[in-house]
């Protein structure tokens, strides 16, 4: 993330095709080919076949999850003869499914919200004080992270959380919300920057206070950045594995990612099962993206932007 | 105290002339909204932050008694071949990956930018990978290159594929780079699609009237244009890569042997397994260090070249 200091410090409107692809007007235009040109279908040949090299692996995945052990033989691109659902029962129960997606849900939603009311917060604070030394230097501190790796503090940090006695998913959760900290205050402040300041002058005139005020106007205002930063998060939360495997103590408090990771050395001969398993758990975040997909991407596009 | 001297006459005189110099105590609302992130950032990321540099001039192993050792870690780390052994690894997965990742996911996104159809649905088809967590994906990854591929290869007749790649301490690293590569691409692809927004279209109208072929427009437009989403790119695959740790956990284990060991994982097998708790913190410290030198140096080269509009 050392990166994004480099980002053209302008706001670029959302653009059009994030928002509707596909259908509206190419304001853009296309590289190379004319504007007026109907489809190049030549294109599209070529990127459907390249979508194969995202779509095999998980139609694999898929194969191999409805598989008996007999019938996995050779290289296991061909379809089960007889699709075995029961993989999926046993893999629910020898890895406490519920409870592990649980433990996931509680802190990546956790993680998510309290970035989102925090973070904001911080941003909104900084941004509208820049011209303080003291705010400014507070935006350099915290930007600053972005350049620490993770290793330096991982040691330090689980011997803090154990001392703390937050080795759970409290514990998790706070640390999440601070390590996102460095690039989140990074975009907000950056979008702050570029949000007229009238209509918050106008609420503090007319005797709003400054909680009033952030919550009335700033908070929706932010909005865009908000879907931004709530999707980045919910990625980061769901999907991580080093921060849940150092820092957590308790077997009962163990996330999705964790669980796949013990169910592999345990049952590391039984293919079909572990493959129904880790379906399992990237099934949620997938879901979740088919329904959601063109605003995560247009989301995250923006966040890119800014 | 640092309040009341902050006083950048352009900024502040020029927004709010009067009311400003007039009041300059912060409104206390301000200080509550930083305060809670403030404490918790420094006790979470400052404190172990300055432990960690701490620890590293010490033979703390995690636990019991220590001494100061002064610069003893360092000195040593630089005579351990596992650790050298590691760098090595580290650096040429994350560069090979770092410049995979930008060729294909820019060509993907010139791709989606163009006029196709099923453009939504590729593009979300391209985006999937970056949802998963590449732990998991690693175990299915490890699946068809241990079993798959060395079959596929077998019923082929292609001697060079019926061995599995992860087993072979020369090859497994592009095993490693192969999924990195996978998972990173998607995210690339949608910054360098948000960059391809921002490009007029009439400058590509102009450049054909002037009789400029697609070639020509890619390199004298569209690759300048969107430099600075190169740069980012660059340096954000780069970073992420050097610190690699997910993907070797799930594909090799940092084998065979130690071929694969990243740093990250030395650091996390040393320091909560081998007891070098003092010593892999120097490690982490310097790593510290080499990133910090080379994202900026990669900054720098990179960004001499971007233009804008």
Redesign the interface.
Same mark, same amino acid.
């Given at each position: 993330?050392?990166?994004?200091p480099?980002?053209?410090p302008t706001p670029?409107p959302p653009?059009p095709?994030?928002a509707a692809?596909?259908g509206g007007p190419?304001? +853009?235009?296309?590289?190379?080919?004319? *504007?007026r040109?109907?489809?190049?279908?030549w294109?599209?040949a070529?990127?459907?076949v390249?979508?194969l090299?995202?779509?095999v692996?998980?139609y694999?995945?898929v194969v191999?999850a409805l598989k008996s052990p007999e019938d996995l033989?050779?290289?296991?691109?061909a379809p089960p003869t007889d699709p075995r659902w029961a993989n999926f029962a046993d893999a629910w129960r020898l890895t406490d499914f519920p409870h592990a997606a649980l433990n996931s849900a509680l802190i990546t939603v956790g993680a998510v919200l309290l970035t989102l009311l925090?973070?904001s917060?911080?941003a909104? +604070?900084?941004a509208?004080?820049?011209? *303080? *030394?003291?705010?400014?230097?507070?935006y350099y501190y915290?930007v600053s992270?972005l350049?620490?790796?993770?290793?330096?503090?991982?040691?330090?940090?689980?011997?803090?959380t154990a001392w703390l006695n937050l080795d759970n998913q409290l514990g998790l959760i706070?640390?999440y919300?601070?390590?996102g900290?460095a690039f989140n205050i990074f975009v907000y402040v950056g979008y702050l920057r570029s949000v007229p300041r009238e209509l918050e002058e106008a609420a503090l005139t007319d005797g709003a206070?400054?909680?009033t005020t952030?919550w009335r106007i700033v908070f929706p205002l932010l909005a865009p950045m908000n879907a931004t930063v709530g999707i980045l998060t919910c990625?980061w939360a769901?999907?991580d594995?080093?921060l849940p495997l150092?820092i957590l103590s308790s077997p009962d408090a163990q996330t999705?990612?964790l669980v796949?990771?013990v169910f592999?050395g345990q049952f590391d001969t039984n293919?079909t099962v +572990?493959?129904a398993s880790?379906l399992m758990?990237?099934s949620p975040?997938?879901v979740v993206?088919?329904l959601a997909?063109?605003w995560?991407?247009s989301g995250?596009?923006?966040g890119?932007?800014k | 105290m640092?309040?009341r001297?902050?006083?950048?006459p352009d900024?502040?005189a020029a927004?709010r002339p009067r009311r400003?110099r007039r009041r300059r105590r912060?409104?206390a609302?301000?200080?509550a909204?930083?305060l809670?992130?403030?404490l918790?950032?420094f006790?979470?990321?400052t404190?172990?932050?300055l432990?960690?540099v701490f620890?590293s001039f010490t033979n703390y192993a995690?636990y019991g008694e220590w001494d100061f050792v002064g610069l003893d870690n360092y000195a040593a780390m630089l005579l351990d071949d596992r650790i050298r052994a590691s760098y090595l690894f580290t650096f040429r997965f994350a560069i090979v990956a770092t410049i995979l990742v930008n060729v294909l996911a820019l060509a993907?996104a010139?791709?989606?930018? /163009?006029?196709?159809?099923?453009?939504?649905t590729?593009?979300?088809?391209? !985006?999937?990978?970056?949802?998963?967590?590449?732990?998991?994906?690693g175990?299915? !990854?490890k699946?068809?290159f241990g #079993?798959?591929?060395p079959?596929?290869g077998e019923?082929l007749g292609i001697d060079a594929l019926s061995t599995s790649i992860l087993a072979d301490p020369e090859l497994a690293w592009l095993g490693v780079v192969v999924l990195g590569v996978?998972q990173a691409t998607a995210?690339a692809v949608?910054?360098y699609? /948000?960059g391809?927004? #921002?490009?007029?279209?009439?400058?590509?109208?102009a450049a054909?009237i002037d009789g400029a072929?697609?070639?020509r427009?890619?390199r004298s437009? #569209?690759f300048p244009l969107i430099a600075?989403?190169f740069?980012?790119?660059?340096?954000?695959s780069l970073?992420n890569f050097?610190?690699v740790?997910?993907h070797v956990?799930a594909l090799t284990e940092g084998g065979p042997g130690t071929s694969t060991e990243s740093?990250?994982m030395v650091?996390?097998r040393g320091?909560?397994q081998g007891g070098e708790?003092a010593y892999?913190?120097a490690? /982490?410290?310097a790593?510290?260090v080499v990133?910090?030198v080379v994202?900026?140096l990669q900054?720098r080269v990179?960004?001499r070249r971007?233009v804008?509009l």
């Open positions: 993330m050392t990166a994004v480099s980002m053209p670029v653009s095709t994030g692809p596909g190419d304001r +853009a235009g296309s590289p190379g080919r004319r *504007r040109s109907g489809v190049n279908w294109l599209t070529l990127m459907v390249c979508s090299t995202v779509l692996p998980l694999f995945t191999t033989g050779g290289a296991g691109f925090t973070n917060m911080v909104y +604070a900084i509208r004080n820049m011209h *303080r *030394r003291m705010f400014r230097w507070l915290f992270a350049f620490v790796p993770f290793p330096i503090i991982m040691l330090p940090v689980v011997k803090q706070f640390l919300v601070v390590y900290l206070g400054i909680w952030f990625l769901w999907n594995f080093l150092v999705l990612p796949q990771y592999q293919y +572990a493959f880790y758990a990237l975040l997938v993206y088919l997909q063109r995560v991407i995250v596009m923006r890119s932007v | 640092a309040v001297t902050a006083h950048p900024t502040v927004r400003v912060v409104p609302a301000f200080y909204m930083v809670p992130a403030f918790l950032f006790v979470f990321h404190v172990p932050v432990q960690g620890y995690g993907i010139l791709g989606l930018h /163009a006029r196709i159809r099923f453009r939504t590729l593009r979300a088809v391209f !985006f999937l990978p970056n949802v998963l967590a590449v732990l998991v994906v175990y299915i !990854f699946y068809l #079993t798959s591929l079959a596929l019923s996978w995210f949608i910054l699609l /948000a391809l927004q #921002t490009i007029p279209g009439d400058l590509y109208e054909a072929g697609r070639w427009q890619f437009i #569209t600075a989403f740069t980012i790119n660059m340096v954000l970073k050097l610190m740790f997910d956990v740093v990250s650091i996390y320091g909560f708790f892999q913190t490690n /982490a410290v790593y510290f990133i910090v994202s900026v900054l990179l960004r971007e804008s």
